[in-house]
């Protein structure tokens, strides 16, 4: 078996979404002090590769503690948008050519390339995003989360969300955000693994994204 990292280390100084406070590492205990380590860390359940859950959007919807730990695996999908420029739109011409995988799979994930891009400021640029009819496909399908080499599901420049609200509203399925790796899962036949921390009343966590191929 091979096992894939999808996730961002997180740092000071990494890149989180606008108008959001920075990732903080806080030495709280020292070797010289206090005989050990310890780090205060400080950030928001939606820092780093993270995931987010119906009841970010919706306070009536189901937080990430309320999915059972079975919807934080299952069988994956990476489609390869990397010909995309700036301001590309993945269609659901990008889902047709890996339509069984897409059809079989519980989780989606768009390789986008933009991870290229992490710790500059292009990384907030205009990166590919899908259209309202992948949306509508990840819907009927009944996936159980979709995820993105991204800061983000929508454009940078929506302040509204409207996939976001597209796709949670829906109470099932989760948004990943700011994987990377995923191009080395292209064509790839795997099991994704992306469990968040267990937080009372998640509205989003920090994830560990792992990808188990059998090779």
Request: proline share 5%; aromatic share 8%; net charge negative.
């Amino acid at each position: 078996m091979k096992v894939f990292d999808l996730t961002q280390r997180i740092s000071e100084g990494m890149p989180v979404y606008p108008g959001t406070e920075e990732a903080k590492l806080l030495p709280a205990n020292t070797y010289e002090k206090d005989g050990f380590r310890e780090t205060l860390l400080s950030m928001t359940t939606h820092t780093g590769t993270h995931m987010d859950p119906p009841a970010h959007l919706f306070p009536e919807l189901k937080t990430l503690d309320s999915f059972d730990a079975e919807h934080f695996v299952g069988r994956g999908a990476v489609i390869d948008c990397r010909e995309l420029g700036r301001g590309g739109i993945i269609t659901m011409e990008h889902i047709n050519r890996e339509r069984a995988a897409c059809d079989e799979a519980d989780f989606i994930l768009f390789c986008t390339g933009w991870s290229r891009y992490w710790c500059s400021p292009e990384y907030f640029g205009e990166y590919p995003v899908i259209d309202a009819e992948v949306a509508d496909y990840i819907i009927k399908t009944g996936k159980k989360g979709i995820g993105f080499d991204t800061i983000g599901l929508d454009p940078i420049s929506d302040a509204n969300l409207t996939l976001h609200k597209r796709i949670l509203g829906e109470n099932r399925t989760v948004i990943i955000e700011n994987l990377t790796n995923l191009e080395k899962l292209i064509g790839k036949s795997f099991t994704l693994c992306a469990f968040p921390l267990n937080i009372e009343n998640a509205d989003g966590s920090p994830i560990r994204a792992m990808a188990m191929c059998e090779e």
